[in-house]
Each structure stands twice: as C-alpha cells, then as structure tokens.
C-alpha cells in the first residue's frame, strides 16, 4: 500500500495559517527562508493579514507554498515521507517541492512570479466561476461550448472535482448563461465561487506565455517520487517535460477526479492532505471512499497524527 501527499489549492487560504507551527523549529527555519524570497511581509499576511491582503493572488500563492513547504518539513522530521505526491492548481507547486523538483526557497519564488502573471492577465476582465452539481460532464461542456459562441464571452469547464461537482469558468456574462443552461438540463444546483480571475481557461494564456519565459532560466531537479499532473490526472509521460505541464496547467482544466482515481490504482490506501480545509479530503470521499484521508494543518493536527499512522 502507498502513502500520498496531496496539497491544497488557492481559496482554500486563511489568516492565521501556520501561527501556530511557527514555534516548531523546522517550520520556522522553512518558513523564515521562504519570506526572505518574497517582496511582501509574508508572514504577517499569512499570521495576521491586517491589510487584507491574502486573498489576492500575487499574495496567496507565495503564502500557501511557504505554509505548505513548513508542513513537509515538519513530516520529514518524523518520518513520514510521500510515496506519490499531487496538489490541486497552486498545490502542484508544492508537490513538486515535496517530490524533489523544487526546493522550498525555489517553489515560493517561482509561484510568487506566477501568482503576478495570472493577476496580470486577470486585468480587465469580469470573470465568474460556479460549481455545477450533478451534471455530466458531457453535457455541462457542450453547453460550455455552445454558450461561448453565443457572443457573450468564453466559458469552460475548468476543475472536474468528483463526481457531480464539476466548476465553470471564464467571462462573468458567459458563466452565468451556462449555468442558466446546466440547470435547465437538469444539474441540481449552480453555486457562484469567488474569484479573482479566469483561471484555469484560454484566457490564462498570456500566464501560460510568460510562466514559459521565466522557466528557461530555471533549474528543475528530478522527481524522487511520482506526481500526479492537474492537466493529466496521472504521471508525467516520457515525451512531456515538467515545464511544459505547469505552462499547460495554469491554461488548462484540473482533473482532480482522475488524480484521485489514479491514486487508488496505484494502491495509496492514506492521503495526508496538507493545507488549510479540508476540500480535498471531500473530493477523495466523494471519488473512492476507501482511502483514509488525514488533515494536516494545525499543531494539533501534527500531533494526532501519532495516532492515526505509523512513522
């Protein structure tokens, strides 16, 4: 049986995340380099955000890889390492980092120039997302389709979550035809999410373009375990290089469902997932409920961990 490392997404994020790990050496020794990589006072947007700024992407992502890249730290320590990794859009960064491809120094700069390239390219755009519940996924993506050639805007399926959860994305006008049509085809709810930009469609390209310029001058280290690729829902292929995957992940559709599926056919029996909520810890559930999932957020947590797991 395999133990699996997955990691929380944007949106997932709140004030206070990591306050009280910060007393642990390690996660302080992490967490104190990682700031150091930042232009922003990073921890005290993540302890305290009193300027509200931790909602803002340029400012979350470096904030959820710092907080993440303490928590690995922290399971190092006691011996609880990763026999697969994988992370939902921004928490791939981080299961790389776990994997051996990034270092945590490395991870928090590179997510810090992403988190400005996808505000960038947000600018200007009035963009929607909402959670469609209990519709195909064929169905939900011909209406995608239909809606965006309808002069509105364009609007995709961008996060398959799990079974009758998949979220749309993309101009505000488009999402909210589409999601006029899902439910009038028979999905049980449409639920607006905040958000910040179009993220994981077409309209993240000019992203996409710039995340490509800014990884030629960049160093990738080897995968010391496997990593399950948003855009992919499964291991990186031969003829596909990490870079690639990432320019691709930030333009393309999150395929969670087939991650988690993925997993069980690997034999991953234990999924620690690592980040503020428990979100994915649902989408597991929902998906193959017979993996065990184990929260791994707070000093408490860490602690129960002792009694959920053998190290």
Do not use: W
Request: glycine share 8%; with cysteine; net charge negative.
């Amino acid at each position: 049986m395999a133990l699996a490392f997955m990691y929380a997404g944007q949106g997932s994020q709140h004030a206070g995340m990591g306050a009280d790990l910060y007393g642990r050496p390690a996660f302080r020794e992490v967490f104190d380099a990682c700031a150091e990589a930042v232009d922003f006072d990073l921890k005290t947007v993540c302890f305290e955000d009193p300027d509200g700024l931790i909602d803002r992407t340029e400012y979350t992502q470096p904030c959820m890889v710092a907080f993440a890249a303490g928590v690995t730290r922290l399971l190092e320590d006691r011996g609880i390492r990763p026999d697969i990794t994988a992370g939902l859009s921004l928490g791939e960064y981080s299961a790389l980092q776990a994997a051996g491809v990034f270092d945590p120094v490395q991870a928090v700069r590179l997510v810090a120039f992403r988190g400005k390239a996808m505000a960038q390219a947000a600018e200007g755009i009035d963009c929607g997302m909402m959670a469609v519940l209990n519709l195909d996924a064929e169905t939900l993506e011909a209406i995608c389709a239909e809606v965006s050639e309808c002069g509105l805007g364009h609007v995709q399926a961008t996060n398959y979550n799990c079974p009758g959860q998949i979220v749309i994305s993309g101009h505000a006008a488009a999402v909210a035809r589409a999601a006029e049509r899902a439910k009038e085809a028979g999905a049980r709810r449409c639920l607006p999410l905040n958000v910040s930009g179009p993220f994981h469609t077409k309209l993240m390209s000019p992203a996409g373009s710039a995340l490509a310029e800014r990884f030629r001058g960049e160093t990738f280290g080897e995968l010391r375990v496997p990593v399950l690729f948003n855009c992919l829902g499964r291991e990186k292929p031969e003829d596909l290089s990490i870079p690639e995957l990432l320019v691709r992940q930030v333009q393309s559709p999150v395929r969670m469902e087939e991650t988690i599926r993925r997993l069980a056919e690997l034999s991953v029996d234990t999924v620690i997932e690592i980040g503020p909520g428990k979100a994915l810890s649902g989408f597991i559930r929902k998906t193959v409920p017979d993996i065990r999932t184990i929260p791994c957020e707070t000093l408490a947590d860490l602690e129960n961990l002792k009694d959920v797991i053998d190290f």
